[in-house]
């Protein structure tokens, strides 16, 4: 397994740009969560998936949107690329069955100019 | 201030050494998660606690779980190298979501 693969790993946009951050996992998990993380402040959650076709609103899914077509990908759009979007992002997973454990990407650097 | 609170907010080790990582929570902790992080990769589960009381091990690295005062602690014997990194605890919330703390960030000396 390859686990959770995030493409790409670093990107730099202008401000506003738009841009597909890919998410893949070949678990055949039914949860998926994108997250932010930005310097001392911890990981916070974008958007979450507990299903093919259903996506939901973490803490700070403004200027972000989300679709899950399949169980695999969860791909997060962004729309108009600001500079307060500049963050790393991590696309996580876990099992509906054993949530114990949601296993991480190895996230993409997103510098917005 | 944040749901999660982690202390220290950074941590510098002589190699040997042990050390202590919190991470207290302003809410009931119904899971509380340990993961490590190191510069540039993603996160790495480490340990999932979700009793009062509860107390796991996984190599030299030791967490405990203590309901009453909502807080955890995680506990590493003689210091490595491979030790360092960022620890981060994250809460278990509604829909599996997990709420993060801050980090702590941990360099261990030669």
């Known amino acids: 397994n390859a686990g959770v693969t995030q493409t790409p790993k670093f990107r730099i946009l202008k401000i506003g740009q738009s841009m597909t951050l890919q998410c893949t996992q070949d678990?055949?998990?039914?949860?998926m969560y994108w997250y932010r993380q930005d310097p001392g402040m911890g990981l916070k959650l974008i958007y979450y998936?507990?299903?093919?076709?259903?996506?939901d609103k973490g803490e700070v899914p403004n200027g972000y949107n989300v679709s899950r077509s399949t169980t695999e990908d969860f791909p997060l759009r962004l729309e108009l690329a600001a500079p307060s979007q500049t963050s790393v992002y991590f696309c996580?997973?876990?099992?509906?069955?054993?949530?114990?454990?949601?296993?991480f990407g190895p996230g993409t650097r997103l510098t917005v100019l | 201030s944040q749901e999660l609170e982690q202390s220290p907010q950074s941590l510098i080790v002589q190699e040997g050494k042990n050390l202590t990582i919190n991470c207290t929570s302003s809410?009931?902790?119904?899971?509380l998660y340990w993961y490590k992080q190191k510069y540039g990769e993603g996160l790495i589960f480490l340990m999932m606690?979700?009793?009062g009381g509860e107390e796991k091990s996984h190599e030299k690295i030791t967490a405990k779980l203590d309901e009453k005062k909502q807080q955890s602690s995680l506990h590493i014997t003689a210091s490595q190298p491979s030790h360092a990194g960022i620890y981060l605890c994250?809460?278990?919330?509604?829909?599996?979501?997990?709420?993060w703390g801050a980090g702590t960030k941990l360099i261990i000396k030669p």
């Open positions: 996580a997973s876990t099992s509906s069955v054993n949530t114990d454990t949601q296993y």
């Open positions: 678990m055949n998990h039914n949860y």
């Open positions: 998936s507990v299903g093919a076709g259903i996506t």
């Open positions: 809410k009931t902790l119904y899971g």
């Open positions: 606690l979700q009793k």
């Open positions: 994250g809460a278990e919330r509604s829909n599996y979501q997990l709420i």
